[in-house]
């Protein structure tokens, strides 16, 4: 009975998959909540300090490589 209980719940929550945004700053959040980045990036209130906030993450990267777009600069970032 147990192990039916978690078949039709794993089932039941499969369905409740959230669409994938097209909206960019929509489509972040969601990367966000399936990557699990709050164990460890903060972003306002939210998560923990262990990496670096991602609060104004966009602001701070401009600033961080002279030449390099904020959006190469993350992308560098993530991937290194």
Not at 28 to 38: I, P, T
Not at 45 to 54: C, F, I, K, Q, S
Request: glycine share 8%; net charge neutral; hydrophobic share 40%.
């Amino acid at each position: 009975m147990r192990l039916f209980a978690l078949s039709l719940a794993a089932v039941l929550l499969a369905g409740c998959v959230e669409p994938r945004a097209t909206d960019p700053i929509q489509r972040g959040r969601q990367v966000y909540r399936e990557k699990n980045c709050a164990s460890c990036h903060q972003i306002g209130t939210d998560g923990v300090t262990t990496g670096p906030a991602l609060t104004h993450v966009g602001t701070a990267a401009e600033a961080r490589r002279p030449g390099a777009s904020a959006e190469e600069y993350l992308i560098e970032s993530i991937r290194d």
